[in-house]
């Protein structure tokens, strides 16, 4: 199973407040309990180590609606692999990684205020404009030597500004201090620039599918 992979599972569960992972011959299954995502398989190999057979007897395994799996390979490669009511995200995600260093946190910037906090194991950072509306925002589970950072967001009327920036060095600086290592993350075409620009790398790429149920489209 890959190192990253495993990573971000486990900072994964501690972030969403998911259930424990429960290990499976091909990766491993969590339970979010939400409408919207139920359960989520997610395969530990990456690349070319990712084999369509085992894609396969997953993705049919599983009939319920709500259900995801992720995969660590470009979704050119895998669509194929998903037969039946499944819905494929049309973007590639990135599995990402990132050494932290003990740097100091970054300036707030002007007309804006920095707020974070740390409960159960996770750091939440967010920037408020002047009026109070949520400017930017992020959040970073730390798990021993590794960290993982999950929804990083923007508003739309604040980007381009450079607040994401400031959230994920602030979020870098505070897993840092609590003494991890490595941080790890799964971004989006989007938010790969960002990342990059911050010294992130791309480690696997990613597809992700969702199951539709028995009323979906065939």
């Keep these: 199973m890959n190192e990253f992979v495993r990573a971000w599972?486990?900072?994964?569960?501690?972030?969403?407040?998911?259930?424990?992972?429960?290990?499976?011959?091909?990766g491993w299954t969590i339970d979010s309990g939400q409408l919207k995502e139920v359960t989520r398989h997610v395969l530990g190999a990456v690349g070319d180590d990712v084999e369509e057979t085992v894609v396969r007897k997953v993705a049919d395994s599983v009939t319920g609606e709500g259900v995801w799996l992720k995969i660590f390979r470009d979704p050119a490669d895998t669509a194929g692999w998903l037969?039946?009511?499944?819905?494929?995200?049309?973007?590639?995600?990135?599995?990402?990684?990132?050494?932290l260093t003990s740097t100091a946190a970054p300036d707030t910037p002007s007309g804006y205020r920095l707020t974070s906090?740390?409960?159960?194991?996770?750091?939440?950072?967010?920037?408020?404009?002047?009026?109070?509306?949520?400017?930017?925002?992020?959040?970073i589970a730390v798990?021993?030597?590794?960290?993982?950072?999950?929804?990083i967001e923007t508003a739309p009327h604040h980007r381009r500004r450079g607040l994401g920036s400031v959230i994920m060095r602030t979020l870098h600086h505070a897993a840092a201090t609590q003494g991890a290592h490595?941080?790890?993350?799964?971004?989006?075409?989007?938010?790969?620039?960002?990342?990059?620009?911050?010294?992130?790398?791309?480690e696997a790429l990613l597809t992700s599918a969702k199951h539709l149920g028995s009323e979906g489209p065939h």
């Design 182 to 202: 490595t941080a790890v993350l799964a971004g989006t075409p989007a938010g790969r620039g960002l990342y990059e620009s911050l010294g992130w790398r791309v």
């Design 9 to 26: 599972i486990d900072g994964w569960v501690v972030s969403r407040g998911a259930a424990e992972p429960y290990a499976e011959p091909w």
């Design 83 to 99: 037969r039946g009511n499944w819905w494929i995200d049309p973007e590639t995600g990135y599995l990402m990684s990132l050494p």
């Design 117 to 139: 906090w740390t409960r159960a194991g996770v750091t939440r950072v967010m920037l408020t404009a002047e009026d109070g509306s949520l400017a930017a925002r992020g959040q």
């Design 143 to 151: 798990t021993g030597p590794t960290a993982v950072a999950d929804q």
